[in-house]
C-alpha cells in the first residue's frame, strides 16, 4: 500500500491498515502528528494538547501490534472534543469553571474509542460549553480555520475540525446540538456526521440540550466517517453502505423559505451536485416542507430553556465565570416560560411526523450545510440584499432542523467559492445511517472528479 507523502494528512482507512500491516508504527504516526501540531499552534485547535499520556498510549498500541493483537482503530490518534469526560486527562468543556477538572471516569463513547484501541489524542478546543457556533473561546483562544486563518473554523466542534484539516489527528469526535459538527465540517472543509439521536450513548459529556445533544466523527473521508461511527457504536452501518444499491434512490432537494437567502456560490455548488447525482442514476427531484420554517424558533426555545436548566447552579452562584455571549444566552434561557417550552415541543411533533411524511415519497435530503463560506472572525452579521443576518443564526439555519428531528445528517465536502470550502448536507431517516454513508461516498467521488 503506497501512503501520502505525508503520513499525517491520510485518511484513517489507509492509517489502520498501514499499523495493522505494521509499514507504520504508533510512534511514527504520533510524532508525525506532534510535529504539525507544534508548528500550527496559532490554529488554537487544542486546548489540551496529546502528551505523555499519548505518547504511553502509542507504546502500547505498538507492543499489542507485534504481538499480532488487533482493533478496528489500533494505535490510531484519535483527538477528542473538549466536551467528553477523560479519565485522567483535564476536561474543560471550554470553560473557566471546569479549567481543572480531571475526571476518574471516562465518557461511554471515550470508552469505546479505547476500546477500539485509539489513542485519545490531546483534548480539542469548542466554543464555551460548546454554546455558540463561532469557537471564539474567551479563556482558550480564538480558533482559526486552517484554509484561511482570518476565518472562523466554525464550532462548536471547531478545534476538532481544524484538527482534522490540518492533519493534527487521524479523525475526531465532536458534538452536535444544532449544527455543531456539521458546521465546523463544511467551513473547514471535511467530512462530518450527526448521526440519528441516541444511537451513541452521551454518558460523561457536558450536556447543553439534552432532547438536542449528539456525538459524532469529524474526518477526512466518508469510509472514515462509517469506520468510526461503527466503532463508536458497535453496529455495522459502514459494512451495510457498502451493500447499498444508490441507483435508482430517490433525492428530495429542498426547496422553501428557510434555504432564503444562500450566497450564490453555496447554491451553484448544490445545483451541481444535484446534477452529479441525477446523472449517477438517482432520481432527483424538488420537495417542499413548509413547516420548516418553524424550526428556528422551536430550536431556539428548546435548546435557550434546556440549557439554561443545565446551566442552572453555576449562571446564578457565577454568572461572571461564564464568557459575555453564553452568558446572556443562558439569561435570556431563564426567561423562557414553561409554556412556551410545552408550544415548541408541540411544535417539533408536527415538523417530526412532516419530515416522516416526506420520506414517504423521498430516500434522502439534499441541502447545503450552511448557507454561507467560512466568516470573518469577529465579524457578526451577514448582509444580504434583504438585510442583514446575525452570523450565528445563518449557520444554525439549515443544520438545527435536523436535531430537532433526530435523523442522520451528514456534511460532505462539494467544491469551493472563492478559495472557501462548501459542505452540502445528506439527510436520511432515523436509522438509516447506511444509506446516507453510501450516497455521502458517491457524492465524495463525483466531487472529486
Avoid at 432564503?260 to 447554491?267: A, D, I, K, T
Wanted: charged share 20%.
Amino acid at each position: 500500500m503506497v501512503l501520502p507523502p505525508s503520513l499525517a494528512t491520510a485518511p484513517l482507512a489507509q492509517l489502520a491498515t498501514a499499523l495493522r500491516r505494521r509499514t507504520i508504527s504508533p510512534l511514527e504516526l504520533l510524532d508525525a502528528y506532534q510535529q504539525r501540531i507544534e508548528r500550527s499552534a496559532d490554529l488554537r485547535a487544542f486546548i489540551t494538547p496529546p502528551g505523555e499520556r499519548a505518547r504511553r498510549a502509542a507504546q502500547r498500541a505498538q507492543q499489542q501490534l507485534a504481538r499480532g493483537e488487533s482493533g478496528a482503530l489500533l494505535g490510531v490518534p484519535i483527538a477528542v472534543k473538549d466536551l467528553f469526560a477523560t479519565r485522567g486527562l483535564r476536561t474543560t468543556a471550554g470553560s473557566r469553571i471546569l479549567r481543572d477538572w480531571v475526571p476518574s471516569r471516562d465518557a461511554a463513547v471515550v470508552t469505546r474509542l479505547r476500546t477500539a484501541g485509539a489513542v485519545i489524542f490531546g483534548k480539542t478546543n469548542l466554543h464555551e460549553f460548546a454554546y455558540g457556533v463561532t469557537n471564539a473561546n474567551p479563556w482558550w483562544g480564538v480558533a482559526r480555520n486552517p484554509r484561511d486563518v482570518r476565518r472562523s473554523p466554525g464550532g462548536s466542534s471547531g478545534g476538532s475540525a481544524i484538527a482534522v484539516v490540518a492533519g493534527l489527528s487521524a479523525a475526531a469526535l465532536g458534538s452536535d446540538t444544532g449544527g455543531s459538527i456539521r458546521i465546523p465540517a463544511s467551513l473547514c472543509g471535511c467530512v462530518g456526521l450527526k448521526p440519528t439521536y441516541g444511537l451513541l450513548p452521551l454518558d460523561g459529556a457536558i450536556p447543553l440540550g439534552w432532547s438536542l445533544d449528539h456525538a459524532g466523527p469529524l474526518t477526512r473521508t466518508i469510509e472514515d466517517a462509517g469506520l468510526l461511527l461503527d466503532a463508536l457504536s458497535g453496529g455495522r452501518a459502514w459494512k451495510q453502505a457498502g451493500r447499498v444499491t444508490t441507483h435508482g434512490l430517490r433525492v428530495g432537494i429542498l426547496h422553501d423559505s428557510i434555504l432564503q437567502p444562500l450566497q450564490p456560490g453555496v447554491s451553484r455548488q448544490l445545483q451541481e451536485a444535484a446534477a452529479a447525482l441525477g446523472r449517477s442514476g438517482l432520481r432527483v427531484r424538488d420537495v417542499h416542507l413548509p413547516e420548516m420554517a418553524w424550526t428556528v424558533v422551536t430550536q431556539l426555545v428548546t435548546l435557550r430553556a434546556e440549557a439554561s436548566a443545565a446551566h442552572a447552579r453555576w449562571i446564578r452562584a457565577r454568572p461572571r465565570a461564564y464568557g459575555p455571549d453564553v452568558r446572556v444566552r443562558l439569561q435570556l434561557g431563564a426567561l423562557v416560560a414553561g409554556a412556551d417550552y410545552v408550544l415548541a415541543q408541540r411544535m417539533r411533533a408536527r415538523i417530526t411526523n412532516a419530515l416522516r411524511r416526506i420520506f414517504d415519497e423521498i430516500d434522502l435530503l439534499l441541502l447545503p450545510t450552511t448557507p454561507i463560506t467560512a466568516p470573518v472572525v469577529g465579524e457578526r452579521t451577514v448582509p444580504w440584499r434583504t438585510g442583514v443576518e446575525p452570523v450565528d443564526g445563518a449557520l444554525v439555519r439549515l443544520t438545527a432542523p435536523f436535531n430537532l428531528t433526530g435523523v442522520p445528517a451528514l456534511s460532505i465536502p462539494y467544491g469551493e467559492v472563492s478559495g472557501l470550502p462548501v459542505g452540502v448536507q445528506l439527510v436520511g431517516r432515523w436509522n438509516d445511517e447506511a444509506r446516507v454513508l453510501a450516497v455521502g461516498r458517491l457524492i465524495e467521488a463525483l466531487a472529486s472528479r
